[in-house]
């Protein structure tokens, strides 16, 4: 047991790790466009938000004494608009147009769309509880199959 003890910490800092990739996966894989989801909103054409979940996030554990830490981020603004939900008041935006069936930027002014005349609240999505559900279920299991590998030797 004391053999097996002596490995504890680096058990978990490679458990933390390895969940936090497969929160990282599962948020991305669920932030639009994703798999034929309707596409709602200039942004979400550009696939930005769903990269972003790679490049903010932390997966390499930092150890700081007792505490091992890894992040899941976002730092794209409206992430927790598409995660959280949000309502909708009918407004006027400027600066898109729809073309050809498909919304477009216009950077150059023209155009201009009323928007929020068919629902007045959006849904969320929450992808960070189910990349969070995805990181508990990965310790559990990898922690659960550590201590019956430490246990048989």
């Given at each position: 047991?004391?053999?097996?003890?002596?490995?504890?910490?680096?058990?978990?800092?490679e458990?933390?790790?390895?969940?936090?990739?497969?929160?990282?996966?599962?948020?991305?894989?669920?932030?639009?466009?994703?798999?034929?989801?309707?596409?709602?909103?200039?942004?979400?054409?550009?696939?930005?938000?769903?990269?972003?979940?790679?490049?903010?996030?932390q997966?390499?554990?930092?150890?700081?004494?007792?505490?091992?830490?890894?992040?899941?981020?976002?730092?794209?603004?409206?992430?927790?608009?598409?995660?959280?939900?949000?309502?909708?008041?009918?407004?006027?935006?400027?600066?898109?147009?729809?073309?050809?069936?498909m919304?477009?930027?216009?950077?150059?002014?023209?155009?201009?769309?009323?928007?929020?005349?068919?629902?007045?609240?959006?849904?969320?999505l929450?992808?960070?509880?189910k990349?969070?559900?995805?990181?508990?279920?990965?310790?559990?299991?990898?922690?659960?199959?550590?201590?019956?590998?430490?246990?048989?030797?």
């Amino acid at each position: 047991m004391q053999k097996a003890g002596a490995k504890v910490r680096e058990i978990i800092i490679e458990a933390a790790e390895v969940a936090t990739v497969a929160a990282v996966e599962t948020a991305t894989e669920h932030t639009p466009p994703n798999g034929g989801a309707p596409i709602r909103g200039v942004n979400t054409r550009t696939g930005e938000m769903s990269q972003s979940w790679a490049t903010d996030s932390q997966t390499t554990p930092t150890v700081s004494g007792e505490t091992i830490t890894t992040m899941l981020c976002n730092n794209k603004q409206y992430a927790s608009y598409v995660n959280d939900g949000h309502r909708m008041d009918k407004h006027f935006t400027t600066h898109v147009a729809i073309e050809n069936g498909m919304l477009v930027g216009k950077p150059d002014g023209t155009g201009g769309l009323m928007v929020g005349t068919k629902t007045s609240y959006i849904p969320g999505l929450y992808m960070t509880e189910k990349a969070t559900g995805k990181y508990k279920t990965t310790m559990r299991y990898m922690l659960q199959d550590a201590v019956r590998r430490a246990m048989s030797e």
